[in-house]
């Protein structure tokens, strides 16, 4: 099926360890972007990616880290996660005119 | 930095009643775009509504509708005959036009109630 998917759904971690968030597209979008959504702060963009090995930081991007290696795939990585990071993760990816977004990751850092 | 500020953090309407959505927004650019989104408790982000800054018509899809006031940089969602399935998060979100790699810039919300 055509689509953003994110995976895993829910993750609960545990403070120092290092933790990978998935996204997989299927339509081949150049853009691509990772949001973390937490009360009263609404989405905000954590790293964005303009093509495979093209990354630039957002608002966010501490303690946080992406790859793009392929055009379809835009891993999240969080190095030693911490409490602060306990939140919900958005993928999303962007024709010219929408933006595409995933089911989200619920992180629960522990 | 462009923000969007939403300075209602709940609002409620009954059931085939009208609400409005306030939005304001602070940007230098003069072409840009804004959007509304809807979020269910699926959590899944929906987009309901979408305006280019460039056209001074307002968008329209079906029961929502926008009010577009560039010069005062306001943006307000309009929904009409309120159903049970509009109870969501509501997000207004910006995005300069011309730069691709752009994300979106979103306000905190609007949590919309539907009284029956």
């Known amino acids: 099926d055509a689509g953003i998917t994110q995976s895993p759904r829910y993750k609960i971690t545990e403070t120092g360890r290092q933790v990978t968030l998935m996204c997989h597209q299927t339509w081949s979008h150049s853009y691509m972007f990772w949001y973390r959504q937490d009360l009263g702060h609404g989405l905000r963009l954590i790293y964005y990616s303009a093509a495979a090995d093209i990354t630039d930081k957002g608002e966010v991007p501490d303690g946080y880290v992406v790859s793009r290696s392929k055009t379809e795939n835009f891993p999240l990585t969080l190095e030693s996660a911490t409490r602060s990071q306990t939140s919900v993760y958005f993928c999303?990816?962007?024709?010219?005119?929408?933006?595409?977004f995933g089911q989200g990751t619920r992180l629960t850092v522990v | 930095a462009q923000t969007v500020t939403q300075s209602q953090p709940e609002m409620s309407v009954q059931e085939a009643e009208t609400v409005t959505l306030s939005c304001t927004y602070d940007t230098s650019e003069s072409d840009y775009y804004l959007f509304w989104y809807k979020q269910p408790p699926s959590r899944q982000m929906i987009l309901v509504i979408r305006?280019?800054?460039?056209?001074?018509q307002n968008a329209t899809e079906n029961r929502f509708s926008v009010n577009f006031q560039k010069a005062a940089k306001s943006f307000s969602l309009k929904i009409s005959d309120s159903q049970l399935g509009d109870a969501a998060m509501y997000f207004c979100?910006?995005?300069?036009?011309?730069?691709?790699?752009?994300?979106?810039?979103f306000g905190k919300g609007t949590h919309l109630i539907i009284q029956p």
């Open positions: 979100a910006y995005r300069r036009s011309g730069g691709g790699a752009d994300g979106l810039t």
């Open positions: 999303a990816s962007k024709s010219d005119t929408k933006a595409f």
């Open positions: 305006q280019e800054a460039y056209k001074q």
